[in-house]
């Protein structure tokens, strides 16, 4: 049995692109040491599926929509690097999102579960595990098109994204009409967006040699994402999708999942702070280019942090 010589964190590996992604990253490098941040429930049903793949498989439970369950569990990656039962840290994947049937729910913090999870856990794990990293070093944070908010991008199936403030964004009730199915949906096209904020900032702040790109699957078929969005989501995501399946305009959970791997590898090559369309380099909205509103999402997020767990101080 190899040795690990370095260690990949991941979220969101264990359903969807994600699982997908997990296991042909594995198939690829013996060399990786993969530490699935996940719900332990979720957790313990995929775990002898990567552990049939590779030895050098372990999980971490993790709540995402939860500040503390984060922190704690970042604390555990820390103490592991420290102790060199994990060997050097060199990817880190943000893959996990939500899309819910409404812009009201709440996390234990008072905060919109979908910004929680698809914006704040990315940015407090990115915070405690960055200064790990060891060149060369990559990041990737799974965003969507959905934050066009265009008929083009989206057939119609995401309203805009509106962005406001981070005050109000990542409280409950942030859009007219909250309470709804599309507000949902807006909170979702939102918070994605949001990723890519994040990772342009981010991208101003890491060193050279610590790669951070956006990662945008498009439309994939047949994953658990709308299996919480209500409406007609997931009679969409079960019948009408799968019709356009043989077209490009969709992608299968493991044809997505191996180009998750090649943006987290390096194959897709892409200078820090890219959006990948897929496989392709390209322009994310024109409206995700705004480094004062970027700023902004950053400063905010860090008070969050320093609210949050004894990694906040
Ligand atoms: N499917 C698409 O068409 C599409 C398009 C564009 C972008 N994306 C993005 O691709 C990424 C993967 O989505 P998917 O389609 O593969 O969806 P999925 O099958 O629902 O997978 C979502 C993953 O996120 C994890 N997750 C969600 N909430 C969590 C929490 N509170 N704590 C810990 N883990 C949590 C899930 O864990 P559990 O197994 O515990 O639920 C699961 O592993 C998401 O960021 C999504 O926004 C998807």
Not at 34 to 60: G, N, T
Not at 73 to 100: W, Y
Request: charged share 20%; aromatic share 4%; proline share 6%.
């Amino acid at each position: 049995m190899s040795t690990p010589t370095h260690t990949l964190v991941m979220t969101g590996a264990t359903r969807g692109i994600g699982l997908e992604a997990a296991k042909e990253l594995l198939r690829r490098d013996p060399g990786v040491h993969l530490v699935v941040l996940a719900r332990a429930s979720s957790a313990a049903q995929v775990i002898p599926q990567l552990q049939a793949l590779s030895a050098h498989v372990s999980a971490i439970d993790v709540d995402l929509a939860s500040t503390a369950s984060v922190d704690a569990a970042a604390g555990q990656v820390e103490d592991l690097l420290d102790t060199g039962e994990l060997p050097t840290l060199r990817r880190v994947v943000c893959n996990a999102g939500v899309s819910l049937d409404s812009a009201l729910h709440t996390t234990a913090d008072g905060y919109e579960t979908t910004f929680a999870v698809n914006v704040l856990s990315t940015h407090l794990l990115l915070r405690r595990l960055h200064p790990h990293l060891r060149r060369p070093a990559r990041v990737v944070v799974t965003v969507s098109d959905a934050h066009f908010g265009d008929l083009r991008h989206t057939g119609g199936t995401f309203p805009s994204p509106r962005w406001t403030t981070p005050e109000v964004l990542f409280h409950p009730g942030a859009y007219p009409r909250s309470g709804t199915v599309r507000a949902g949906r807006r909170a979702y096209a939102t918070s994605k967006l949001g990723g890519i904020h994040l990772v342009h900032e981010w991208a101003r702040r890491l060193p050279d040699g610590v790669d951070i790109v956006a990662y945008n699957p498009s439309l994939v078929i047949g994953t658990g994402l709308a299996r919480d969005a209500g409406g007609v989501s997931e009679l969409l995501m079960r019948y009408v999708v799968p019709a356009l399946a043989p077209t490009p305009l969709v992608d299968t959970p493991v044809a997505a999942g191996h180009k998750l791997a090649d943006a987290v590898t390096g194959r897709t090559v892409a200078m820090t702070g890219a959006y990948l369309h897929r496989t392709t380099v390209t322009s994310s909205s024109m409206e995700s280019y705004d480094s004062q509103r970027e700023n902004a999402l950053w400063t905010w997020l860090e008070s969050a942090a320093q609210r949050t767990g004894p990694g906040g101080s």
